[in-house]
């Protein structure tokens, strides 16, 4: 039997042999590194995760009613639950996606949904990210390839299997697909930070990895040009580029990596997109301070799983609370993602918070504040003993006919004792996450 140490390394040198690499973009240089992954797991019993499985149901569930109204007769604005200002302000929406209906009226079909447990036990929904989450093929490869290096470990464990990932994906877009065409998986090229898992799931969900100039439209249609320049029509797109890159002639101009004209074949109708455009109004950390209210407007329910505490300086009253509290919050940028933007009042030169105070003041909206969540440590592996890090997790949900959530997740830790931030980008590592089946 392997012991831990063992499986660290054994499970490490088999991810870098296949490649298993997170690319980062730092002071204008690209650099690929590996995501280490920690053998001891994070174990979810069977009743925490039926509460986590149904209130991310009911949540990701809401945010689909969200996006479909917010892009069409935006009821949540007229009934004064979201001011109208909020939505039009933020720099994920997209007035280009006005009055498009996506295939099956489904807006986020992959939502990746992140959430750190309390220390009295309560999990609490820290950001919703409907754009393109990525992250789940690590699980899925490092679950692989420890069933390689340690079979017994499964054997002996009533874990659920973590291996159905691909085909949730797949059935999400079998469902969505236009006219039963194609499916690509759209990625921008091997230096995406998350190439590695665009390759990865087109190979296991078995749909065709494609390139910009692999795809063409015409006569709104979409195309993958193949070999000997045959041509096939696409059905659906699961794109892994931003949306501004989507499509050059809607979006930037400037743009290599979109397909011209791809937004017009989707405004037809013509080909489906997973995630569609525009959803990052829907992740707008501003806009998530509104999540449980959107569970009662859209839903007639009261929201499963809370927010963290969060205040807008949008409001006065916040705002007022914000400035006098600087010190013992943690203030984000909403536009930034990926751990970026994020400043703890506490680790601030006096210098430092009087220029934040004073940026709150002039851009309200560009701002959330949220309590500190002393949110639980999890154990990892260094050297040959182990030290407790702040983790959070990941869970993945897959919106076709039905909401399901994939029954594992990515569990991310932070390798500095000092840091709350777990972020991939901001050097942490990973490990596997056992959601127990009784």
Same mark, same amino acid.
């Given at each position: 039997?392997?012991?831990?140490?063992?499986?660290?390394?054994?499970?490490?040198?088999?991810?870098?042999?296949?490649?298993?690499?997170?690319?980062?973009?730092?002071?204008?240089?690209?650099?690929?590194?590996?995501?280490?992954?920690?053998?001891?797991?994070?174990?979810?019993? =069977?009743?925490?995760?039926?509460?986590?499985?149904?209130?991310? *149901?009911?949540?990701?569930?809401?945010?689909?009613?969200?996006?479909?109204?917010?892009?069409?007769?935006?009821?949540?604005?007229?009934?004064?639950?979201?001011?109208?200002?909020?939505?039009?302000?933020?720099?994920?929406?997209?007035?280009?996606?006005?009055?498009?209906?996506?295939?099956?009226?489904?807006?986020? =079909?992959?939502?990746?949904?992140?959430?750190?447990?309390?220390?009295?036990?309560?999990?609490?929904?820290?950001?919703?990210?409907? /754009?393109?989450?990525?992250?789940?093929?690590?699980?899925?490869?490092? /679950?692989?390839?420890?069933?390689?290096?340690?079979?017994?470990?499964?054997?002996?464990?009533?874990?659920?299997?973590?291996?159905?990932?691909?085909?949730?994906?797949?059935?999400?877009?079998?469902?969505?697909?236009?006219?039963?065409?194609?499916?690509?998986?759209?990625?921008?090229?091997?230096?995406?930070?998350?190439?590695?898992?665009?390759?990865?799931?087109?190979?296991?969900?078995?749909?065709?990895?494609?390139?910009?100039?692999?795809?063409?439209?015409?006569?709104?249609?979409?195309?993958?040009?193949?070999?000997?320049?045959?041509?096939?029509?696409?059905?659906?797109?699961? /794109? /892994?580029?931003?949306?501004?890159?989507?499509?050059?002639?809607?979006?930037?101009?400037?743009?290599?990596?979109?397909?011209?004209?791809?937004?017009?074949?989707?405004?037809?109708?013509?080909?489906?997109?997973?995630?569609?455009?525009?959803?990052?109004?829907?992740?707008?950390?501003?806009?998530?301070?509104?999540?449980?209210?959107?569970?009662?407007?859209?839903?007639?329910?009261?929201?499963?799983?809370?927010?963290?505490?969060?205040?807008?300086?949008?409001?006065?009253?916040?705002?007022?609370?914000?400035?006098?509290?600087?010190?013992?919050?943690?203030?984000?940028?909403?536009?930034?993602?990926?751990?970026?933007?994020?400043?703890?009042?506490?680790?601030?030169?006096?210098?430092?918070?009087?220029?934040?105070?004073?940026?709150?003041?002039?851009?309200?909206?560009?701002?959330?504040?949220?309590?500190?969540?002393?949110?639980?440590?999890?154990?990892?592996?260094?050297?040959?003993?182990? *030290?407790?890090?702040?983790?959070?997790?990941? *869970?993945?949900?897959?919106?076709?006919?039905?909401?399901?959530?994939?029954?594992?997740?990515?569990?991310?830790?932070?390798?500095?004792?000092?840091?709350?931030?777990?972020?991939?980008?901001?050097?942490?590592?990973?490990?596997?996450?056992?959601?127990?089946?009784?």
């Amino acid at each position: 039997m392997y012991t831990l140490v063992k499986q660290k390394e054994a499970v490490n040198k088999w991810m870098e042999r296949f490649g298993v690499r997170f690319g980062i973009y730092k002071n204008g240089n690209f650099n690929e590194q590996i995501f280490p992954f920690d053998p001891i797991p994070r174990i979810i019993t =069977h009743k925490d995760w039926l509460e986590i499985e149904a209130g991310l *149901v009911q949540r990701v569930k809401a945010l689909n009613l969200f996006l479909k109204d917010i892009y069409s007769t935006k009821e949540i604005v007229k009934h004064g639950v979201i001011p109208e200002e909020f939505i039009y302000s933020s720099s994920g929406y997209l007035a280009q996606c006005e009055g498009i209906t996506p295939s099956r009226d489904i807006y986020s =079909h992959i939502s990746g949904i992140d959430l750190v447990q309390a220390k009295n036990g309560k999990w609490i929904v820290l950001e919703d990210n409907l /754009r393109i989450p990525s992250g789940a093929s690590y699980p899925m490869i490092a /679950r692989t390839i420890t069933r390689k290096v340690s079979p017994e470990t499964f054997k002996e464990n009533a874990v659920f299997d973590n291996r159905s990932y691909a085909s949730l994906i797949r059935k999400a877009m079998d469902y969505v697909n236009v006219d039963n065409g194609l499916a690509v998986i759209l990625t921008p090229g091997r230096y995406n930070s998350a190439y590695f898992e665009h390759s990865y799931l087109a190979e296991k969900a078995g749909v065709i990895l494609a390139y910009a100039d692999d795809l063409i439209v015409e006569n709104d249609t979409v195309y993958y040009i193949g070999l000997f320049d045959k041509r096939e029509r696409v059905g659906v797109i699961y /794109r /892994r580029i931003s949306d501004e890159f989507l499509d050059p002639m809607t979006f930037d101009s400037s743009s290599m990596l979109g397909v011209p004209n791809l937004m017009q074949a989707y405004r037809k109708g013509n080909v489906a997109i997973v995630n569609a455009p525009g959803n990052g109004i829907a992740d707008d950390k501003g806009i998530y301070y509104y999540v449980p209210k959107m569970v009662e407007f859209y839903l007639g329910e009261k929201a499963i799983l809370e927010n963290a505490p969060t205040y807008l300086p949008y409001y006065e009253y916040d705002k007022k609370y914000v400035l006098e509290n600087i010190k013992t919050l943690v203030i984000k940028d909403v536009a930034e993602a990926g751990g970026y933007g994020v400043m703890f009042g506490r680790d601030l030169s006096e210098e430092k918070l009087e220029n934040l105070k004073q940026l709150i003041e002039a851009e309200p909206r560009r701002w959330i504040a949220q309590e500190i969540i002393d949110f639980i440590d999890l154990e990892i592996m260094e050297g040959e003993g182990t *030290v407790m890090r702040k983790s959070d997790l990941r *869970v993945y949900v897959i919106s076709e006919e039905e909401t399901r959530v994939w029954r594992s997740g990515l569990t991310r830790y932070t390798r500095d004792p000092t840091s709350f931030i777990v972020n991939s980008s901001q050097g942490g590592g990973f490990k596997d996450t056992w959601v127990l089946s009784k």
